[in-house]
């Protein structure tokens, strides 16, 4: 990998793996040729248990590692949400990655279980705008309720789907680490993985980027 002003850029080899995903998402397919056993692209970026948000038919794949628990994602979220929304290509498929406390498990369970009463973006929201060092469950668990979210379905939903959404989880940490992902915020653009904190400049130039390497 080289590192670059945004972040860094996969190498050569899997960089081209996936590109195809990236194209296949253009031209609105669901997969790629292929794709490598350590590097699935196809299950990065078209995992159908990962939340999706933006525009779900975008021809920009966007891929984000979170913890609720990140000061640098929380202090990114509201940008990258300004910037989704204002473009209105992004696909951005959100990866949480539970990485900095017990309690950023919780939090990924709790936004993933919202997700069964297609509650995810508000529980997400919610989640990153809580502060703090390690935050509690039972903050966690206001904030989320704060948000709108059914209680009482998501306790329920948690009972009977909790190994689904572990798995999902694991699936996330399996991605990340065969990406060699140090921490988060991580992004991926496209083929282009940026290992940083982005403000909505960084996000623009990002896809501005990727736009520009799909027209070579």
């Given at each position: 990998m080289r590192r670059g002003r945004l972040g860094v850029e996969l190498d050569r080899r899997d960089f081209i793996r996936l590109t195809g995903v990236a194209a296949a998402f253009a031209m609105g397919a669901s997969g790629a040729r292929g794709a490598s056993k350590t590097?699935?692209?196809?299950?990065?970026?078209?995992?159908?248990?990962?939340?999706?948000?933006?525009?779900?038919?975008?021809?920009?794949?966007?891929?984000?590692?979170?913890?609720?628990?990140?000061?640098?994602?929380?202090?990114?979220?509201?940008?990258?949400?300004?910037?989704?929304?204002?473009?209105?290509e992004i696909r951005l498929v959100y990866k949480d990655w539970p990485i900095l406390a017990i309690s950023s498990v919780y939090g990924a369970r709790l936004a993933l279980g919202a997700n069964l009463q297609g509650r995810y973006q508000g529980a997400h929201d919610a989640l990153m705008a809580v502060r703090g060092v390690k935050t509690t469950e039972a903050t966690m668990r206001e904030a989320v309720e704060a948000a709108g979210v059914d209680m009482g379905r998501l306790d329920s939903d948690l009972g009977a789907h909790d190994r689904a959404i572990m798995r999902l989880i694991k699936r996330n940490d399996d991605q990340a680490k065969a990406l060699g992902l140090e921490g988060t915020p991580t992004y991926l653009v496209g083929p282009f993985l940026i290992a940083q904190p982005l403000n909505y400049e960084g996000f623009r130039e990002a896809v501005q980027n990727f736009r520009q390497h799909l027209k070579k």
């Open positions: 590097i699935d692209a196809k299950a990065i970026f078209d995992d159908p248990e990962a939340p999706v948000g933006g525009n779900p038919k975008g021809n920009i794949p966007v891929v984000a590692f979170l913890d609720y628990n990140c000061p640098y994602c929380r202090a990114t979220a509201p940008d990258l949400k300004r910037f989704v929304a204002s473009d209105g």
